[in-house]
């Protein structure tokens, strides 16, 4: 018989966008003595609430959140960065005897904590501002294809218009004088410390999730999207940005197409009906990734709650 895993417990709440996650999370953290770490790109950002549905006042007070508004929207926030403050929360909640509850949807940053990255250089402040500066007179499809010189197979996976990553990657081969490609075949430098229970909560009907995330976008703009991202708007970092929608913040989906609608772009039924479709092409993405995820539970939150539930109790009776 197998010797018992003796590490300590960790809850891994995955899903794609409105699933539900958010509320498990507060329900099961309130039921057996833990606390939630954020697992999402867009909660790490000040004054993104309304569009990213970051927890309310109610959820957050009730039950202790991490990684929540730890940036401003005009300063990057990387996977490798993230590994690192979660893993820092997550020793922390267990120092405290408490259950670490991870939940979210960005699948890179689960990657980053659970499994560890490649080591490579960090973010190198001149750097990222020579390269910016470049791109500003060359453009980014520019640097693209000098990265598609240098590292094809990372250009291949990153689009041209995808300035956060062109940056990366060049920065990478700049600083260290080798491809992310080749960094990447280093083993990773991190071990999560804890047994994880791995749950997926998704609608077995896509039909129902796509209009769960009509209603949710609907709630959005009744609730003041549009007033939020004039508030963005109006911070000086931002108004002095030269590509502001090249930021990870506001590329989250809603507040792009919200933008571009103040901008004139469209009218208010094209910024429901774009700000509607960029979520469902996030949910797919969110599902092609968690379908890859080893080891993970798949719940119908419509049909399965007591299932989870059991599931949930019987990881953390021993620790109860």
């Known amino acids: 018989m197998a010797a018992e895993d003796p590490r300590p417990l960790a809850i891994a709440l995955m899903g794609p966008t409105a699933s539900g996650k958010t509320a498990l999370a507060v329900e099961w953290a309130g039921r057996f003595g833990g606390e939630v770490v954020s697992v999402d790109s867009a909660l790490v950002y000040r004054g993104l609430d309304i569009g990213a549905a970051k927890p309310t006042a109610a959820e957050r007070g009730g039950v202790r959140h991490h990684l929540i508004d730890i940036r401003d929207p005009w300063q990057p926030y990387s996977a490798a960065e993230f590994a690192v403050d979660a893993l820092a929360a997550v020793e922390d909640i267990l120092g405290r005897d408490r259950l670490p509850v991870l939940a979210g949807g960005t699948g890179l940053y689960f990657h980053a904590l659970l499994r560890g990255l490649s080591p490579m250089p960090p973010a190198n402040a001149d750097m990222r501002a020579s390269l910016e500066a470049e791109a500003a007179g060359r453009g980014w499809a520019a640097l693209h294809a000098e990265l598609a010189d240098i590292d094809?197979?990372?250009?291949?996976?990153?689009?041209?218009?995808?300035?956060?990553?062109?940056?990366?990657?060049?920065?990478?081969?700049?600083?260290?004088?080798?491809?992310?490609?080749?960094?990447?075949?280093?083993?990773?430098?991190?071990?999560?410390?804890?047994?994880?229970?791995?749950?997926?909560?998704?609608?077995?009907?896509?039909?129902?999730?796509?209009?769960?995330?009509?209603?949710?976008?609907?709630?959005?703009?009744?609730?003041?999207?549009?007033d939020e991202v004039r508030a963005l708007r109006a911070r000086p970092e931002l108004l002095a940005h030269p590509r502001p929608l090249d930021l990870p913040a506001l590329r989250a989906v809603g507040y792009r197409q919200a933008w571009e609608y103040l901008d004139g772009a469209f009218d208010e039924t094209t910024l429901r009906e774009r700000g509607i479709h960029a979520t469902r092409q996030l949910a797919k993405r969110q599902l092609t990734w968690l379908r890859s995820e080893p080891g993970a539970q798949w719940f119908d939150p419509a049909f399965d709650r007591e299932r989870m539930a059991a599931t949930v109790h019987a990881f953390v009776a021993g620790r109860l």
């Open 152 to 226: 094809p197979a990372t250009a291949a996976r990153i689009h041209a218009t995808d300035a956060q990553r062109i940056q990366r990657a060049l920065e990478v081969w700049r600083l260290s004088g080798r491809t992310i490609s080749d960094w990447r075949r280093e083993p990773p430098v991190q071990t999560f410390p804890c047994r994880v229970l791995k749950l997926v909560v998704a609608p077995s009907d896509r039909a129902v999730l796509h209009e769960r995330i009509a209603q949710r976008f609907d709630t959005m703009l009744a609730t003041g999207l549009l």
